[in-house]
């Protein structure tokens, strides 16, 4: 393993990887092949522009079957970690279309490219949400059937099982991490946590769904990278390996700490019309991906502190985000919404 092609490497939880890994191995040469949409942001991947001898950009769509294989050969790529997705539920309940294209057919299009190439390890890097709604009580494990009942969801578990087809009938050397709710630095301000943080900030209210009393699983973003890592190092082929903490939290409860953490009042949470279909629980077992070794470092609580610290700090990279086109979203996803 030496020339990664990371995908997605420019949103949130690819370019910390993208970090992680040029930081822990020397001897790896990273390329990051992302398209940009709104998520897409070079600005996460500003200090590692300076290792240009390791690390190279490319702008393109996963779905673009001649520009990926032109990447893969001319970079010698013998390992792909898949992080380019369309990832935001709500965006997916206003319209599924670039869900399906980016998230099932983009997957298509480089499981093609790694059976081509023989690569080493394709990493598909997928999400708690193909479970479903979970109940009380309950942790999924990995061989649980998929209950998607979102279009998100729906589409990455559409790409999981293309990699599970791949490897069976292919043998292309596929690994799977399902993934709980990753907060930290370079997430963009859609997803509740740095959504809840950078409103706090400037005294706007926070929009909590229903009754807030829906759980997540909220991890630090590093555990995550570290997760796929040891998965893309010790895993085993055709496996999947859940990847969380193992605890939730209900929303109510992370926005009072996000609040208290910046001294700002609990008035400020707005209880709003609730999202269809939304999910109350997800809650991993991580029992498989611990025996590799993998443990979580950051408890919810030191996670969250960290990423409101690092908000607090980085008003450069979130307030370029928060203006035009992100308003317009902003107002088509909350007004009118109030309870
Ligand atoms: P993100 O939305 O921050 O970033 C996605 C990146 O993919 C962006 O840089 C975007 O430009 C790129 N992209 C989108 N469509 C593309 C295409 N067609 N071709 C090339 N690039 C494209 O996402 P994230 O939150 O960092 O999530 C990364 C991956 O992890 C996704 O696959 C997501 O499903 C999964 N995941 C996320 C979480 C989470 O809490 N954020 C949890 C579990 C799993
Ligand atoms: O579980 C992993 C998934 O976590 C990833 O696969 C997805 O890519 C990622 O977006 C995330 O999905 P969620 O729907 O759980 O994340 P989101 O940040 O949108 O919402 C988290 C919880 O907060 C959820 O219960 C809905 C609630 N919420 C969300 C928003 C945006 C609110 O109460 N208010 C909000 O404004």
Redesign the pocket.
């Known amino acids: 393993m030496q020339n990664i092609l990371i995908t997605g490497g420019a949103g949130f939880i690819g370019s910390n990887f993208v970090r992680y890994i040029l930081n822990k191995y020397p001897d790896y040469r990273v390329v990051v092949y992302d398209k940009l949409t709104y998520a897409g942001n070079l600005d996460n991947l500003r200090d590692v522009e300076k290792l240009s001898d390791r690390y190279t950009f490319v702008k393109g769509d996963i779905c673009d079957e001649k520009l990926v294989d032109q990447v893969m050969r001319e970079h010698q790529i013998d390992t792909i970690v898949n992080f380019a997705?369309e990832?935001?539920?709500?965006r997916s309940l206003m319209g599924a279309g670039s869900f399906i294209k980016t998230d099932v057919y983009g997957t298509y299009v480089l499981l093609e490219a790694a059976k081509k190439y023989g690569v080493e390890r394709y990493h598909q890097v997928s999400?708690?949400?193909v479970y479903g709604e979970i109940p009380p009580g309950y942790s999924s494990v990995e061989t649980d059937p998929l209950h998607t009942r979102s279009p998100?969801s729906a589409s990455?578990a559409g790409g999981d099982l293309m990699c599970i087809a791949y490897h069976t009938s292919f043998g292309v050397p596929v690994t799977i991490t399902r993934?709980?709710?990753?907060i930290g630095p370079y997430q963009y301000p859609?997803?509740?946590?740095p959504?809840f943080i950078t409103n706090a900030i400037d005294d706007i209210p926070l929009?909590?769904?229903g009754d807030?009393l829906?759980m997540?699983d909220y991890q630090y973003v590093l555990d995550h990278c570290e997760g796929i890592d040891v998965v893309l190092h010790k895993g085993k082929a055709g496996e999947i390996y859940n990847l969380g903490t193992g605890v939730e939290t209900r929303?109510i409860d992370m926005a009072r700490l996000i609040l208290r953490l910046l001294g700002k009042p609990e008035s400020l949470i707005k209880h709003?019309r609730d999202?269809p279909g939304?999910?109350r629980r997800?809650s991993l077992n991580c029992d498989k991906i611990k025996a590799l070794g993998w443990h979580s470092r950051h408890t919810f609580e030191q996670a969250l502190e960290k990423t409101v610290r690092w908000y607090v700090d980085n008003e450069w990279w979130w307030r370029k985000i928060k203006s035009g086109e992100y308003w317009e979203y902003y107002k088509k996803q909350?007004e009118g919404r109030e309870l």
């Open positions: 997705a990832t935001h539920v709500d999400t708690d949400e998100y990455k993934g709980s709710n990753s859609e997803k509740v946590v959504l929009p909590l769904y807030g829906q997540r929303n709003v999202r939304h999910d997800y909350y």
